[in-house]
């Protein structure tokens, strides 16, 4: 274990400045005929939220809400890593907390864990039971905000990242073992670690349960495969299953197929880069066509200053490349494939077509999915989107906990 230093978050001045100077400078598009968002982010909308950047918004403050908790940047297998941290606070007297690494996504940030952090580490101080606190630790992927750029790293992909978290967690930080937990892209990192390094694990919780395969193969970048809609679908399932479709198509192929391309323009202009992150915040959260009632104007635009003000956002798609260049292949041949006990939170907004949350677990165990895991908790929710901790944070506390009930 090495001696930390304080890293506490400061952008610097002339930052802050040269970002105003090109918020009033943006050249708009037209974008007649997009009040209902047909053709993507509706230029009305985003105008105001540039505004209010530019004019409104205090990145101060959010940085010393940020700052109220511990942040270090540590160097691990060459690769330099930030992360946060609250330490825990357990019973007086009994064991100490559990080390918890808890691992975002894109377009998320380490600040989209900010709701449950407080929650995990001091459960009493939050109606919970002290013996369920756990030591949090939430770094920035590498490539992604104050972990990022990479220009000497540029193959980094899930599978990788894992290795990087466990010796974060082992070497860096001393401990035997360890909790893991993830969403997104980081419930990819978080199964990886429960496959390759499941003896050092306690446990996982997850947002989803995915196959490590899920970006292998020459069509990662087409969430169908290529394959046609079923017919005689009820059209309301149809309805669904375009929808899904439509939800992650261009997300996934440009950032599979063209992420430097996308990186020049998103990495020039913060009005271009929000609006390209704003999309995916809008369609993926459960937000009933307000994303306001999830995630505030300043909400927003924190989670964007930090890929801006890194200028992480190229590196940060770059992932989404690497999972497909670089496959995914097993460390062993052991069934389940994660060995690790497994929690999984499934949420209703993304309820497959025709399933109902009711039906949702046992619709996963009718899978091929389920048997890749060694789940033993596995719970669904009717509320909330895809940025799960965010958007029903006491559903996911709750959840976690349970998995790690009676298993440290």
């Known amino acids: 274990m090495i001696d930390l230093s304080p890293a ?3 952008v ?30 509706n230029r009305t909308y985003l105008q105001e939220l540039v505004e209010y950047w530019r004019t409104g ?27 946060m941290r609250r330490p825990g606070v357990g019973p007086e007297g009994g064991p100490a907390p559990t080390p918890l690494i808890l691992t975002h996504g894109w377009p998320w940030t380490f600040w989209h864990w900010a709701k449950v952090v407080d929650p995990l ?102 969430l169908s495969g290529g ?9 309301d399932v149809y ?22 391309t996308l990186a020049y323009g998103l990495s020039d202009s913060p009005a271009g880069m929000l609006a390209w992150i704003l999309e995916r915040w809008v369609n993926w959260s459960d937000n009933h066509g307000d994303v306001e009632t999830v995630f505030s104007k300043d909400d927003l635009l924190t989670h964007a200053m930090i890929f801006w003000v890194t200028n992480s956002i190229g590196t940060s798609i770059r992932t989404y490349a690497n999972n497909n260049r670089y496959p995914w292949t097993p460390s062993h041949d052991r069934q389940p494939v994660i060995e690790a006990p497994t929690g999984i939170t499934f949420v209703g907004y993304e309820n497959p077509p025709g399933v109902r949350t009711d039906q949702r677990v046992r619709h996963f165990l009718g899978t091929d999915r389920a048997a890749w895991y060694n789940h033993v908790n596995l719970t669904a929710h009717d509320r909330g989107g895809h940025f799960i901790p965010w958007e029903i944070p006491g559903e996911w506390v709750d959840d976690l906990r349970r998995t790690f009930r009676g298993r440290r």
């Open 227 to 235: 394959r046609p809609i079923p017919e005689n679908l009820p059209a």
């Open 239 to 260: 309805a669904r299953v375009v929808a899904l479709e439509k939800r992650f198509a261009v997300h996934l192929a440009a950032h599979v197929l063209g992420p430097s």
């Open 57 to 83: 918004y205090d990145w101060r403050r959010a940085e010393a809400a940020i700052n109220a908790y511990e942040h270090h940047l540590v160097d691990v297998d060459g690769v330099p890593v930030h992360f």
């Open 12 to 41: 610097p001045d002339d930052v802050l400045a040269d970002l105003r100077a090109r918020l009033a400078l943006t050249r708009w598009p037209q974008d007649a005929g997009n009040q209902d968002w047909y053709y993507g982010v």
């Open 8 to 10: 506490p978050i400061h």
């Open 121 to 222: 580490a001091d459960p009493a101080a939050h109606g919970g039971d002290p013996a369920d606190a756990f030591d949090v630790i939430v770094p920035s992927l590498p490539g992604f905000g104050f972990s990022g750029p990479l220009p000497d790293h540029p193959d980094l992909n899930f599978w990788k990242i894992a290795d990087i978290w466990h010796s974060l967690m082992t070497r860096t930080l001393g401990h035997a073992r360890y909790a893991a937990a993830g969403c997104d892209v980081g419930a990819l990192v978080t199964g990886q670690l429960g496959h390759k390094y499941a003896d050092a694990l306690y446990g996982i919780h997850i947002g989803s349960g995915q196959k490590l395969t899920l970006f292998n193969g020459d069509r990662a970048w087409d």
